[in-house]
Nanobody, 124 residues
Framework: QVQLLESGGGLVQAGGSLRLSCAASGRTFSGYTMGWFRQAPGKEREFVAAISRSGGRTAYVDSVKGRFTISRDNAKNTVHLQMNSLKVEDTAVYYC?????????????????WGQGTQVTVSS
């Protein structure tokens, strides 16, 4: 199983940017679809973005389209989430996750490896 470690979270003002990174170790990184999820206080974990094994396909939740970009570097075993034009409602713990298939990327149940999460706080 792949192990995941997120970094890059922090405190930023609304309208600002952050870049989250997720470093993978263990089994072959390029064999996994990678996803980002987030969980705000008192809310359920929600899908944010996903990228296929080769990086040729990406998907986003509507609320972040045009503001967030997911990318991956299979040579460096990393996946990134560039977050621009951040809003207060983006405040959450962000999790990196790995799934064996791209189909069903929206559903957390499809992912079998998770990082510990990184806090993103957007102030007004």
């Amino acid at each position: 199983q792949v192990q995941l470690l997120e970094s890059g979270g922090g405190l930023v003002q609304a309208g600002g940017s952050l870049r989250l990174s997720c470093a993978a170790s263990g089994r072959t990184f390029s064999g996994y679809t990678m996803g980002w999820f987030r969980q705000a206080p008192g809310k359920e974990r929600e899908f944010v973005a996903a990228i296929s094994r080769s990086g040729g396909r990406t998907a986003y939740v509507d609320s972040v389209k045009g503001r967030f970009t997911i990318s991956r570097d299979n040579a460096k075993n990393t996946v990134h989430l560039q977050m621009n034009s951040l809003k207060v409602e983006d405040t959450a713990v962000y999790y990196c996750a790995a799934a064996p298939n791209y189909s069903g990327y929206y559903y957390s149940e499809q992912y079998d490896a998770w990082g510990q999460g990184t806090q993103v706080t957007v102030s007004s």
